[in-house]
């Protein structure tokens, strides 16, 4: 069973910073290439940054690049978020996710997500 369990989320006043964590079970970590999606209070998601299988090549959405860095440790099986620089329009339920397809069809696996919120 694929299992991702997010961590690390919280309340950071401005300027501030957090690491996220996902824990990564059921499924072979190393093959596929991992999301961050984020979803702020009365919007859609949002996706966030993403990192290939290997951990080479990372892209990140625009209002986040220079501040957050994706990674992975493959040892560990889990993937982080440091999130440096937070400013109040980064508070949102922080979510990984990978997405795979079988015979045809995609399935995407989702974490429960985690809070983040930035507050003075």
């Known amino acids: 069973e694929v299992q991702l369990v997010e961590s690390g989320g919280g309340l950071v006043q401005p300027g501030g910073s957090l690491r996220l964590s996902c824990a990564a079970s059921?499924?072979?970590?190393?093959?596929?290439?991992m999301n961050w999606v984020r979803q702020a209070p009365g919007k859609g998601l949002e996706w966030v940054s993403r990192?290939?299988?290997?951990?080479?090549?990372?892209t990140y959405v625009d209002s986040v690049k220079g501040r957050f860095t994706v990674s992975r440790d493959i040892a560990k099986n889990t993937l982080y978020l440091q999130m440096n620089s937070l400013k109040p329009e980064d508070t949102a339920v922080y979510y990984c996710?990978?997405?795979?397809?079988?015979?045809?069809?995609?399935?995407?696996?989702w974490g429960q997500g985690t809070q983040v919120t930035v507050s003075s």
């Open positions: 996710m990978y997405g795979t397809v079988l015979a045809g069809s995609r399935y995407d696996y």
């Open positions: 059921g499924f072979t970590f190393t093959n596929y290439g």
């Open positions: 990192i290939n299988s290997g951990g080479s090549m990372t």
